[in-house]
């Protein structure tokens, strides 16, 4: 009797020992199933901050790609070239260079007033194009004032030795302006567009000089009226 209460007593400290070892056990299990249940979702969450990261990188690599890809298409020999001759330019007097796109170097206006000689104190309008071979061809240049000059002709174009065969690289933009001002200083008529104005200045320089004056004035030469530039 005794030895069966003994055993009874046993069991049951027993079955209480292994429900506190149980209850541990069901703690510790609580614990792996919740812990690996915040870490995926951390994890989650940092693997989405980093791909948004990476997308934002990607985006602003492509970017600066794309920038330095545009510089390098303006930045071609022609427009360096522009550049280096307007840095080191020296304007002649009574010239004034101006652009209407500041981001197109290779096209300008050029205003000519000269400072001596028949034309002096009128303006003249040049519209100047480089193009994509400079310096090995020469600037394009259009007299958009209508003038009479045995050097111009009626529509503007110029003839000018240094625009032609006697251009060479190491000639510049400002080697250009130079030349046109000296047009004005000094008319060339063995070199003439205008070859009715040229044989006149040949033949009879007074008659020439009169006819230039007339046409600053805004006469007529030869059925043609001139703008007024005086």
Known sequence: MFRLKELQKKQQQQQQQQQQAAAPATNGTDAVTTEPTDVKRQNSNDLKEIRKQKSKDSYFSLKTKQSSESGSKRANPAELRAQKDIDEMEVPVGCAVSFKDTNDILNFNLSITPTDGLYQSATFQFTINIPSTYPYDPPKVHCDTLVYHPNIDLEGHVCLNILRQDWMP???IGTVIFGLMTLFLE???DDPLNKEAAQLMIDNKKSFEANVRQSLRGGYI????????L
């Open 187 to 189: 008319p060339n008529p």
């Open 222 to 229: 030869s059925n043609r009226q001139f703008p007024k530039l």
């Open 170 to 172: 190491v000639l510049n």
